[in-house]
């Protein structure tokens, strides 16, 4: 599987987002990245979140930024020390 530059500035944007809180959101501002303003409209677009600048995540977002914390905390633990003999 490959991942496009534009999937992984989504995945990048959405890990900005608080998975202990749906209460907190963020704001892109209009002189950000225009990458990750280009990805915010995208996530936007496909329900993601709730405003074309960030806001909150929806219901579908939230599911998916759980799976990707859950991909990035196994990705940045040590496997090794956490296997038995």
């Not at 990048?12 to 963020?26: D, K, M, T």
């Not at 990750?36 to 996530?43: W, Y």
């Not at 993601?48 to 914390?69: C, K, P, S």
């Given at each position: 599987?490959?991942?496009s530059q534009?999937?992984?500035?989504?995945?990048?944007?959405?890990a900005l987002f608080n998975p202990g809180s749906?209460?907190?959101g963020i704001k892109v501002h209009h002189d950000?990245?225009?990458d990750m303003i280009a990805?915010?409209?995208?996530?936007?677009?496909?329900g993601l979140i709730t405003q074309r600048d960030g806001g909150?995540?929806?219901d579908a977002g939230l599911e998916l930024e759980?799976?990707?914390d859950a991909v990035t905390t196994v990705l940045n633990s040590d496997i090794r020390s956490?296997?038995?003999a």
């Amino acid at each position: 599987m490959t991942l496009s530059q534009q999937v992984l500035d989504e995945i990048r944007l959405l890990a900005l987002f608080n998975p202990g809180s749906a209460r907190e959101g963020i704001k892109v501002h209009h002189d950000a990245d225009p990458d990750m303003i280009a990805a915010c409209q995208r996530l936007f677009d496909k329900g993601l979140i709730t405003q074309r600048d960030g806001g909150y995540l929806t219901d579908a977002g939230l599911e998916l930024e759980r799976h990707i914390d859950a991909v990035t905390t196994v990705l940045n633990s040590d496997i090794r020390s956490t296997q038995t003999a």
